[in-house]
């Protein structure tokens, strides 16, 4: 007898994706806990940004995360390096007040996808929420970009320089002779840049190369602009889809070192 836990395959099945969300505003989380509802997601809250981050760390199946903005966090820098190292893969909304304006310019840039207004009703943030799962293979794209770059920015110049030739196809005698240093010397330093990188052959390894080399592509420089007939905040950042969030409409930012 199959029991109400289980599938028909005898498996328990996945866990419902969460929302999570960090605010102070009781009725906000309410409207965002029945959005999550509606959308069949599980919902969790902390009034704290750090707190919530934590908790979404220790979840593997996170559909969205939102975000307060808070004047009072001068280093959003901090905020975006947490989600880094903590592996929260998901889409992030930032959530602003009508008042905030271009003082969240950089807030924006550092950690949302999409960009959402706390008078939203219920049925904009499930709008809000389905555009943010919209862009879930996207940001692990963005992620998995970001990580390369800094798995291969981590290697010793001389490593570098090995691995590039690597990955261009030279052996390890041709190397050695570009190089100007013994074959056994190639050898160890391939097998460290092997373990820096955590990869287990050539092929993984040109893997991290290829994306680590695309962080200047999906990662330039942000420009912002504020176009007339309402606030909307654009970067030149990576280049996908726009959002269709009301009353805002966001690209996605720019993640830097």
Same mark, same amino acid.
């Given at each position: 007898?199959i029991?109400?836990?289980? &599938?028909?395959?005898?498996?328990?099945?996945a866990?419902?994706?969460? $929302?999570?969300?960090a605010?102070?505003d009781?009725a906000?989380l309410?409207?965002?806990g029945?959005?999550?509802?509606?959308?069949?997601?599980?919902f969790? *809250?902390?009034?704290?940004? *750090?707190?919530?981050?934590?908790?979404?760390?220790?979840?593997?199946?996170v559909?969205?995360v939102?975000?307060?903005?808070?004047?009072?966090?001068?280093q959003?820098?901090?905020?975006?390096?947490?989600?880094?190292?903590? /592996?929260?893969?998901?889409?992030?909304?930032l959530v602003? /007040?009508? &008042?905030?304006?271009?003082?969240?310019s950089?807030?924006?840039?550092?950690?949302?996808?999409?960009?959402?207004i706390n *008078?939203?009703?219920?049925?904009e943030?499930? =709008?809000?929420?389905?555009d943010?799962?919209?862009?879930?293979?996207?940001?692990?794209?963005?992620?998995?970009?970001?990580?390369?770059?800094?798995?291969?920015?981590?290697?010793p110049?001389?490593?570098?320089?090995? $691995? /590039?030739f690597?990955? =261009?196809?030279?052996? &390890?005698?041709?190397?050695?002779t570009?190089?100007?240093v013994?074959?056994?010397?190639?050898?160890?330093e391939?097998?460290?840049?092997?373990r820096?990188?955590?990869?287990?052959?050539?092929?993984e390894?040109?893997?991290?190369?290829?994306?680590?080399?695309?962080?200047d592509?999906?990662?330039?420089?942000?420009?912002?602009?504020?176009?007339?007939?309402?606030?909307?905040?654009?970067?030149?950042?990576?280049q996908i889809?726009?959002?269709?969030?009301?009353?805002?409409?966001?690209?996605?930012?720019?993640?830097? &070192?």
């Amino acid at each position: 007898m199959i029991t109400p836990s289980e &599938n028909l395959t005898g498996l328990a099945p996945a866990p419902k994706p969460a $929302v999570y969300a960090a605010s102070k505003d009781s009725a906000w989380l309410a409207k965002v806990g029945q959005a999550a509802q509606s959308e069949n997601c599980r919902f969790q *809250t902390s009034t704290s940004i *750090t707190s919530l981050i934590n908790q979404a760390a220790a979840d593997s199946h996170v559909a969205c995360v939102l975000l307060d903005y808070d004047p009072r966090v001068q280093q959003w820098t901090s905020i975006e390096q947490l989600l880094f190292e903590k /592996d929260v893969i998901a889409p992030v909304v930032l959530v602003l /007040d009508e &008042n905030s304006g271009m003082s969240a310019s950089e807030a924006v840039a550092r950690i949302a996808h999409v960009v959402a207004i706390n *008078t939203m009703e219920v049925h904009e943030i499930i =709008e809000t929420i389905q555009d943010a799962l919209a862009l879930s293979t996207l940001v692990s794209h963005q992620f998995d970009v970001l990580r390369c770059h800094r798995l291969y920015q981590s290697l010793p110049e001389r490593q570098r320089k090995i $691995v /590039d030739f690597v990955v =261009e196809g030279s052996p &390890n005698k041709q190397i050695a002779t570009k190089l100007k240093v013994s074959v056994k010397t190639i050898e160890r330093e391939r097998q460290k840049a092997y373990r820096q990188l955590n990869v287990r052959s050539t092929a993984e390894m040109t893997r991290v190369v290829i994306l680590g080399s695309l962080h200047d592509v999906v990662f330039p420089a942000a420009r912002y602009s504020k176009p007339t007939g309402g606030l909307r905040m654009d970067t030149s950042g990576i280049q996908i889809a726009p959002t269709s969030v009301k009353p805002v409409g966001f690209l996605a930012p720019q993640i830097q &070192n």
